[in-house]
């Protein structure tokens, strides 16, 4: 079974910073690819960033690439999302998932993740 608690939330003025993190309960945590997601009111949650099993290998979505930096510790099964430059249009609940590793893919899609924490609220105030 997998359980997923994201902390580090909360409300900063734009341009600050902030790191999320995600705590995993897994056997096998460096068998997953974990992501981070995010969803605004109003709006379908929507891919941020996916690092692999190593940690080696991520991805971001475009508005946040330069900005936040996703990474992972497999020692203590946690997976980390900092994020620098903070804008209004970055305020959504943000959410961390899991999904068991294919070889050579970063999904980037809800539908591709089993796994998703409860989430933990990121405002930005302008």
């Known amino acids: 079974q997998v359980h997923l608690v994201e902390s580090g939330g909360g409300l900063v003025q734009a341009g600050g910073s902030l790191r999320l993190s995600c705590a995993a309960s897994i056997n096998t945590f460096s068998n997953y690819v974990m992501a981070w997601f995010r969803q605004a009111p109003g709006k379908e949650r929507e891919f941020v960033a996916v690092v692999d099993m190593s940690g080696r290998s991520t991805y971001y979505t475009d508005s946040v690439k330069g900005r936040f930096t996703i990474s992972r510790d497999n020692a203590k099964n946690t997976v980390d999302l900092r994020m620098n430059s903070l804008k209004p249009e970055d305020t959504a609940l943000y959410y961390c998932?899991?999904?068991?590793?294919?070889?050579?893919?970063?999904?980037?899609?809800?539908?591709?993740?089993?796994?998703w924490g409860q989430g933990t609220q990121v405002a930005v105030s302008s």
């Open positions: 998932a899991a999904a068991i590793a294919r070889l050579g893919v970063l999904p980037k899609y809800t539908r591709e993740y089993g796994y």
